[in-house]
């Protein structure tokens, strides 16, 4: 096992799954059909040891949360996962390692329904850089830059989650109350089968990987438009309310869940008519969904507490340098 | 200059310049709209400091073989190039890096009518995965396993020029005479417009990036079939001449130009019936293109020297890990 034509053909080929897939690896290029009715979306992340994940994460872990960063790019548009390419770099050639790393992509791949059709394996840092792409309709998709005034905002899930389990790792808080969090942390889940049908009822949407505050910021910028957002309607995790109860004197600190990224939820924007659509929706996938404000004419962000006062955030959102 | 994004808008925005491209950079994934009569040709590649590159190697240089590396595959099957995302890890903002690095990117994406059309900017050791994604009629493409029994095998170029390139530099021989081959191991040329044509007169190609014996074998043992090459037929270039003459006692080294890799120019076959309109091709695009032997039943890769004994390589490509 010293060959990357070894490795590749050992822990990267997977059973066809997809007869859109012309030529998988194998070749110099893959090659896939692209229905005459729909449109390409294409997503790249890379996933770093010791920045994106911690240098001694699982295989396992690493494998979900890099599919999923992606895969939420993803639903972010409405897309349906297709096809995925993978270029990985390892220090070394640790096959067990690998092993736990291809199972749980493999079982990904399962589940979505995606083919892995190329990558490249080369010696280095360990880093994963991972392609997503996915099928739209061509009328149907988010992006965005379609929020209009009047729009309401929700958002999937219970920001800041991860946060809290990144918190409780560099600071060795062993409390299996937050393990909900860690999990939130490692093993993301991309909204990909809700989104999905959400097109049907948003525009726009994005995932709110870098944090609320800035990819709300990154919405109102791209539509031209201001938001307003109630902090009493964001709703929190019951790990996350342990945490703030237990280590943070019972204050609730927005800024480390609203801005430090690591969700892999959507953020999007519902016309006041579709609301009754988007909610029956949530009940069908089973998925805490809530409106936490709304589209306004302008150009400002607005964060506003209990006694309806501005919150301004000084960081506002990952940091990628 | 601290941000992602404000790196991503200086450097890494260029102008749109095909219509085919929905959304560019700036949604949570690109858009694009594939033809209905075209199949999509994807393919990926990584270049690690210290690996694929020097450590102190020019960006103008790294941007250029990125491209080129990722080019090649897509030319190997006959693709006309359309659009390529970038990850690109970064161990520090250097501005004028940065600048340099654009620059040439700008002027290949411009070169090749490509749209950069996403990707992802992080902290970490100097890396970058490029995926690049072009086009095909749907009947025409060219694959590794359509060799067949009778076909003449053909390169264009002369192999292992990019070897020596990394030789002179590895041994520090500062020999004025020696820059063309390193010249072809900084700034290689993807063959992308003459194997557009190419897939009329061939069924079956390959990039030699790993070394033509190793990327020849891979032909042979995909199509099922044996290949009988004569060393004497194979081009050497003058300044590869030159190196043997000077610093080899004029004894050719065969394995370091066969097996070294690094060089990006293809191997193909075509059947004798179309062996002319090959050649006439190659003096349409002024690229030296040769025949160096021939596909025959079996499943050996034969290497014939002038007395026509058998050569054997122990190395047989470049080794990933």
């Not at 490795?7 to 859109?20: L, M, N, P, V």
């Not at 920045?51 to 494998?63: G, L, T, W, Y």
């Not at 890099?66 to 390892?90: Q, R, Y």
């Not at 609320?212 to 902090?231: F, M, T, Y």
Request: glycine fraction near 6%; charged fraction near 20%.
């Amino acid at each position: 096992m010293n060959s990357e034509f070894d490795i590749i053909k050992k822990y990267f080929t997977f059973a066809a799954a997809r007869d859109d897939v012309l030529i998988a690896a194998g070749d110099d290029c893959a090659s896939v059909s692209v229905p005459a009715d729909k449109q390409l979306l294409i997503t790249t992340d890379t996933l770093i040891a010791g920045v994106h994940f911690p240098e001694k994460a699982s295989p396992e872990d690493i494998a979900y949360k890099a599919v999923m960063v992606n895969l939420s790019d993803l639903a972010a548009m409405g897309a349906t996962p297709a096809w995925l390419t993978l270029a990985i770099s390892l220090p070394q050639v640790d096959e067990t390692w690998l092993q736990n790393f291809s199972a749980t992509l493999g079982e990904l791949l399962k589940r979505f329904n995606v083919s892995l059709i190329g990558g490249d394996t080369t010696k280095g840092t360990l880093s994963i850089t991972m392609q997503a792409m996915g099928l739209c309709d061509k009328d149907k998709i988010m992006r965005r830059d379609q929020a209009k005034a009047g729009d309401q905002i929700y958002i999937t899930g219970t920001p800041g989650d991860a946060a809290i389990g990144l918190h409780a790792l560099l600071n060795n808080i062993d409390d299996p109350a937050l393990q909900p969090c860690i999990t939130k942390l490692n093993r993301p889940e991309a909204r990909v089968a809700f989104a999905q049908q959400l097109v049907s009822f948003s525009d726009c949407a994005i995932d709110i990987s870098d944090g609320l505050v800035a990819d709300l910021g990154h919405i109102i910028n791209a539509s031209g438009c201001a938001a307003q957002v109630h902090l009493s309607a964001i709703p929190l995790s019951s790990a996350s309310r342990y945490f703030f109860d237990k280590y943070n004197k019972a204050v609730i600190d927005w800024s480390m869940l609203l801005t430090r990224g690591d969700d892999y939820e959507l953020c999007f924007t519902v016309n006041k008519d579709k609301t009754s659509g988007v909610n029956e929706l949530a009940c069908q996938y089973d998925l805490k969904v809530t409106c936490i404000g709304e589209i306004t004419e302008g150009h400002e962000l607005n964060f506003l507490n209990d006694d309806g006062e501005l919150v301004s955030f000084t960081d506002t959102g990952f940091k990628h340098f």
